[in-house]
């Protein structure tokens, strides 16, 4: 991709995602709120639409501000997945083509903002400031934080089939 169109492409893909996950989870919070209390099955689930949505409108407002989009998506990614999941049990199969489509964009997102060659590429570490940086070298980060190439192999190790990892990686 050409790199000076990568960052804000990738903002608008944030943006556009975080925004319409947020309207339609509120449009379904909403009509689950109103129409409570409905006879039978529909009436049923309303406690489970209107948990998974009121999680759903919380980890869209994380996934949009910028400190918090890590989480946010992953927050999404999960909310997204226990959504599959329902929808397959109940074989509503209008909803998974949607909800594939949300998961992959947020989970480009988060690639994209993992990878440390990205011009989107945001490093969240806090840096010590003058007075606390003198005990540690600069070459060293402090203990308990990953390098931004370790957090996005631990990634990839998730998220890879165990045949495709080195033989190192095996557990």
């Not at 943006?15 to 509120?26: K, P």
């Not at 964009?105 to 003058?130: E, I």
């Not at 600069?138 to 203990?143: A, D, E, H």
């Not at 308990?144 to 495709?164: D, M, N, V, Y």
């Amino acid at each position: 991709m050409n790199q000076p169109l990568k960052r804000p492409a990738m903002a608008f893909l944030r943006w556009s995602v975080g925004l319409v996950v947020l309207w339609q989870s509120y449009q379904t919070f909403h009509m689950a709120y109103t129409k409570g209390h409905a006879p039978g099955h529909a009436g049923a689930l309303t406690g489970v639409r209107l948990v998974l949505s009121g999680s759903e409108i919380v980890a869209a407002i994380l996934f949009l501000a910028p400190s918090s989009t890590a989480l946010g998506g992953y927050l999404l990614l999960l909310i997204f997945g226990l959504a599959l999941a329902l929808h397959t049990l109940h074989s509503d199969i209008a909803g998974l083509a949607v909800l594939i489509v949300y998961g992959a964009a947020v989970l480009v997102t988060l690639v994209d903002r993992a990878d440390p060659t990205s011009p989107s590429f945001s490093d969240t570490r806090s840096l010590p400031s003058a007075g606390a940086a003198s005990s540690l070298s600069p070459s060293r980060p402090p203990l308990g934080h990953f390098s931004s190439t370790r957090r996005f192999k631990i990634f990839r190790l998730a998220f890879e089939p165990a045949s495709c990892l080195p033989p190192e990686a095996s557990f």
